[in-house]
């Protein structure tokens, strides 16, 4: 993305963070590989895709994010997004003050159809509306949803050393590259035999099995949106839909196909 382009969206969240109201609202589209740098907010953040999947990259973690889940950013978290399709994005800034009891930390949580119409109602209220009135009684209810909200694990950990997350990252650009160990060494600046012992310290995890995480939350995001199980299988870098549908079913509890299914079934 060009400045020019990131211009208007900037003027409008600026607006946003400003806003004497607990919640402001903005509704944006995305082409598919757009990303917005690395940055945070003096508000906490609520990145809701109506369409769409996008990947949320922060210190902690990385997320990935579909139409039936969002994902909440704590006020002043450094975070990255990258859109994995065009994305119609609807964003809800949130004074901290306001938001005692919510998650400290970022994670991803299903979002309940009562929660997804509020989302979209609240990206179209007045800067200045009335807290007295119907709007005030829609972000009143938009706390209580939020309260509720249930954690779910699209989620991969990020490393503290700098030289793995920037690995890590690499990986996330592109969950399908193979890229063997020596070469994933060279990029973090270590040795081979460096790189797997210093990840599987701080990590708890080998690197593979993290690699393979990342995999199938890419998996899973693209399943979500009713591609075809043999395309999303390739395209995350499994050499044939039969590896990818065994190595989801242990991590899930079900095929690909069934999953395509619950998705269809929640539109």
Not at 33 to 49: E, F, K, M, N
């Amino acid at each position: 993305m060009t400045q020019s382009s990131h211009t208007p969206r900037i003027r409008r969240s600026i607006l946003c963070q400003r806003t004497a109201r607990p919640i402001a609202g903005m509704s944006d589209e995305y082409p598919v590989g757009s990303v917005d740098p690395s940055h945070r907010h003096p508000r906490a953040q609520l990145l809701y895709a109506i369409t769409g999947v996008m990947s949320v990259i922060t210190q902690v973690g990385a997320f990935v994010v579909h139409p039936h889940t969002a994902v909440w950013i704590p006020a002043g978290a450094e975070h990255e997004v990258r859109f994995c399709s065009p994305t119609s994005l609807r964003t809800l800034y949130i004074d901290p003050s306001s938001s005692a009891g919510l998650p400290e930390r970022c994670c991803v949580f299903e979002v309940s159809e009562l929660l997804r119409a509020l989302i979209v109602e609240a990206t179209q209220l007045p800067a200045d509306y009335d807290m007295a009135a119907r709007e005030g009684r829609i972000v009143a209810l938009i706390f209580d949803e939020l309260a509720r909200m249930r954690s779910t694990p699209l989620d991969a950990p990020m490393p503290r050393d700098e030289r793995l997350a920037r690995m890590c990252r690499a990986l996330l650009r592109d969950p399908a590259q193979e890229g063997c160990l020596d070469q994933l060494a060279q990029v973090a600046g270590m040795s081979r035999r460096t790189l797997t012992r210093r990840f599987r310290h701080e990590m708890g995890m080998t690197f593979s099995a993290w690699h393979q995480q990342v995999r199938l939350l890419e998996a899973l995001a693209r399943l979500s949106t009713g591609a075809p199980v043999t395309r999303v299988a390739l395209d995350v870098g499994y050499r044939s839909p039969s590896a990818f549908t065994a190595v989801f079913r242990r991590a899930f509890g079900a095929t690909p196909s069934e999953q395509v299914a619950a998705a269809r079934s929640q539109k």
